[in-house]
């Protein structure tokens, strides 16, 4: 199993342009999550999704965009980047009951 | 709303320590409380998780106990090695939420 996967790991944007951050999962979790950690922030959440075809917003939603159409993948998606969406972002996931959340080795992203 | 400290934000202490890392929260109504390991520039690592109803979790040299009334958690390591080094991270699951909130973490350094 190769649990919570993201790609790519490492991405430098301009200011503007768009790009998607891909999250799959091989552990048929329900529920998946995007969170970003920032120096002196913590993580926080941005999207999450509680099965395929269901998202809701989390703290910090503006200018990300995601869908999820099956289990296994949730995408998220900068529309139009910008250098305060510099940051690392990890895809989490987790099971129905329980809570224990799995988490992917990240994305870091630098928008210049 | 929920807010998790966790003091001191950085500990250096020699091998063979035993140690104990806090974490605090403001709203006793939570579902579970999860621990978390993180090594520079790598994702998470869920190392422990009690759930509400319960006190404590043990795994191998780490202990987590939970006190939902006074809003507190340690993680107790056991005979610290150099391995241990990394950077520990607490969060709290509120009933109802899907948002995992998190402490700002703590950097432990065990010197050889």
């Known amino acids: 199993n190769a649990g919570v996967t993201q790609t790519p790991k490492f991405q430098v944007l301009k200011t503007g342009q768009s790009m998607t951050l891909q999250c799959a999962q091989d552990?048929?979790?329900?529920?998946m999550s995007w969170y970003r950690q920032d120096p002196g922030m913590g993580l926080r959440l941005i999207h999450y999704?509680?099965?395929?075809?269901?998202?809701d917003q989390g703290e910090v939603p503006n200018g990300y965009n995601v869908s999820r159409s099956t289990t296994e993948d949730f995408p998220l998606r900068l529309l139009s980047a910008a250098p305060s969406q510099t940051s690392v972002y990890f895809c989490?996931?987790?099971?129905?009951?329980?809570?224990?959340?799995?988490f992917g080795p990240g994305t870091r992203l630098t928008v210049t | 709303k929920q807010e998790v400290t966790q003091i001191p934000a950085a500990l250096s202490v020699p091998e063979g320590e035993n140690l104990v890392l806090n974490c605090s929260f403001t709203?006793?109504?939570?579902?579970?409380l999860q621990w978390f390991r993180q090594d520079p520039g790598k994702g998470l690592t869920s190392l422990l998780l009690?759930?509400?109803?319960?006190r404590e979790q043990t795994s191998g040299r780490l202990n987590a106990s939970l006190d939902k009334s006074s809003g507190r958690s340690t993680l107790y390591i056991a005979a610290s090695q150099p391995g241990d080094s990394a950077t520990y991270l607490c969060?709290?699951?509120?009933?109802?939420?899907?948002?995992?909130?998190f402490g700002k973490g703590m950097k432990l350094t065990v010197n050889p």
């Open positions: 999704s509680v099965g395929a075809g269901i998202t």
């Open positions: 989490a996931t987790r099971p129905r009951r329980g809570r224990e959340q799995y």
């Open positions: 709203d006793s109504a939570i579902y579970n």
């Open positions: 009690i759930q509400s109803s319960q």
């Open positions: 552990m048929n979790h329900e529920y």
């Open positions: 969060a709290v699951y509120r009933s109802g939420s899907e948002k995992l909130v």
